[in-house]
Each structure stands twice: as C-alpha cells, then as structure tokens.
C-alpha cells in the first residue's frame, strides 16, 4: 500500500460537485417559496 499523505488529493471535481448542488438546492427552494406565495395570492 501506498503511504497516504494529508492534503494531496485534488478535490476540485468534488469541489464543483458541491457547489453545483447548493446552486440546486437553493434555486428550487426559492422557487418553491414563489409558488407558495403566488398560490396564497391567487387562493387556490
């Protein structure tokens, strides 16, 4: 086995993996946060 050193892995697909998903996440929670207003508005 090969001797593992801390901190010499490359992480920036991880890195892009992250930050994609939070870039989802709070797009879809805004969104879901226009349509509930847009239904409270419309009364449905």
Do not use: N
């Amino acid at each position: 086995m090969a001797a593992y050193k801390h901190g010499t892995m490359d992480i920036s697909d991880h890195e892009k993996t992250f930050a994609g998903f939070v870039k989802f996440t709070t797009r879809t929670v805004i969104g879901i946060f226009v349509l509930l207003i847009f239904l409270a508005l419309v009364g449905a």
